[in-house]
């Protein structure tokens, strides 16, 4: 049965009118930016309003957005161990040990060059080990470029991004942050965050897919992964994805100004959906319940679960979940988020990651439940447990 309840928004958020409009419109709008006659001149001024968009969610200035074909491909750029910078190129890549693969994967910094930096068993990075790396490596005139999230992926909890820049500033670093979940669904300023590069994803806001940014200070220089034409000041080339870049634009400036009604909403029905699933399965394990955590993410697995076998269960009841597990050439491998936190691989293989929107309604939450209710009951009674 296809799916019709949508609980599996950190894969990617069904496309907001605002953008799908916007989309339309640029899609009939002929003319090629750098182009300096009208038609240019009109997609111009789409890719233009969708960067002054794109700031205003992140407090950035506009001229210090880039367009991406994505978060993956802002995060590669972003970590560039040539940056130019008033403090110079960086000659370490610090990464947390529960960053998203197209961080963990180290950029253009060779292997020797990248560390990781463990979490605590909440899912937080280790602030404490940090520091020791940042000492250590102020000590041998080391300046290193740190890489830390905004909200993880797979649990949700919001990191210190603000006390890391203060930190590694202090020490004579650089930091980014992958924005990529956390932006749209927590207040989310460059400044306030104190970071040098940013990393936003349009289609985890509602816009589409295919297209991201990186955000960066205004005397930060990369070396631009794709040359050619002068796009992008010179920092990605190519022909601007019009009607990509207008609906990223749309959902960002719908996502910032919903905000305020969108993430209490989305709270409160994660609180029914956790409270649900403690009372259908008193021995559940909600990772980073402790911490504060995007209002939209909940992991959760229970002794003896199989997280394969649940997401295709609940797809069979017509209901997306996803697994904490990654799934990649039919293997799958418990997740490197869990692991980092020090989950027991028994229980982080039955990990499922169930994620809200805007759009995400009771009725959702009351299938969502149903669907647990009778695979929890099948799971107890394997183990001999009534349910
Ligand atoms: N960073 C994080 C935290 C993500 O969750 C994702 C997507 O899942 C990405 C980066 C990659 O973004 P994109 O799909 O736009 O390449």
Redesign the pocket.
């Known amino acids: 049965m296809a799916a019709h309840v949508y609980l599996d928004w950190?894969?990617?958020a069904p496309l907001r009118p605002e953008a799908r409009a916007a989309m339309g419109a640029a899609a009939d709008t002929v003319g090629n930016p750098s182009s300096v006659h009208a038609a240019g001149r009109a997609a111009r001024h789409l890719v233009e309003t969708a960067r002054v968009q794109v700031a205003a969610l992140v407090g950035a200035d506009p001229r210090d957005v880039i367009f991406t074909?994505?978060?993956?491909?802002?995060?590669v750029l972003a970590l560039d161990p040539a940056i130019e910078s008033e403090k110079g190129p960086a000659g370490r890549l610090l990464v947390s040990a529960i960053?998203?693969p197209?961080?963990r994967a180290g950029g253009r910094f060779l292997p020797h060059a990248r560390e990781e930096i463990p979490a605590t068993a909440s899912g937080v990075v280790d602030l404490a080990a940090l520091e020791r790396r940042l000492a250590a490596l102020a000590g041998e005139g080391i300046r290193p470029l740190v890489s830390v999230?905004l909200?993880?992926?797979e649990t949700g909890v919001i990191q210190p991004v603000s006390e890391v820049s203060r930190r590694v500033h202090a020490s004579g670093g650089l930091v980014h942050v992958?924005a990529?979940?956390g932006c749209g669904r927590i207040q989310t300023d460059f400044k306030e965050l104190g970071v040098d590069l940013l990393?936003v994803?349009?289609?985890?806001l509602g816009g589409p897919?295919?297209?991201?940014a990186l955000v960066k200070r205004a005397d930060v220089r990369l070396t631009p992964l794709i040359t050619g034409g002068g796009q992008e000041r010179n920092q990605r080339a190519g022909t601007e994805n019009v009607p990509g870049i207008a609906g990223f634009g749309a959902a960002a400036e719908a996502a910032r100004t919903n905000l305020s009604t969108e993430a209490p909403r989305m709270a409160a029905l994660r609180e029914e959906l956790e409270a649900g699933i403690r009372r259908i399965a008193p021995d559940a394990v909600i990772f980073g319940a402790d911490c504060d955590r995007l209002p939209n993410t909940t992991l959760f697995s229970v002794p003896g679960m199989k997280a394969e076998t649940a997401v295709i269960a609940f797809d069979l009841e017509g209901i997306a979940v996803s697994s904490g597990a990654a799934c990649s050439s039919g293997k799958v491998t418990p997740s490197h988020v869990l692991a980092a936190m020090g989950v027991p691989e028994a229980l982080a293989r039955g990990a499922i990651r169930v994620s809200l929107g805007y759009a995400s309604t009771e009725q959702d939450i009351s299938a969502f439940l149903a669907a647990w209710a009778k695979l929890a009951g099948a799971l107890y009674r394997e183990r001999g447990i009534a349910a």
């Open positions: 950190n894969a990617t074909s994505g978060g993956t491909e802002a995060n960053e998203h197209s961080v999230m909200a993880n992926n992958d990529v979940q990393t994803s349009s289609h985890k897919t295919g297209v991201g």
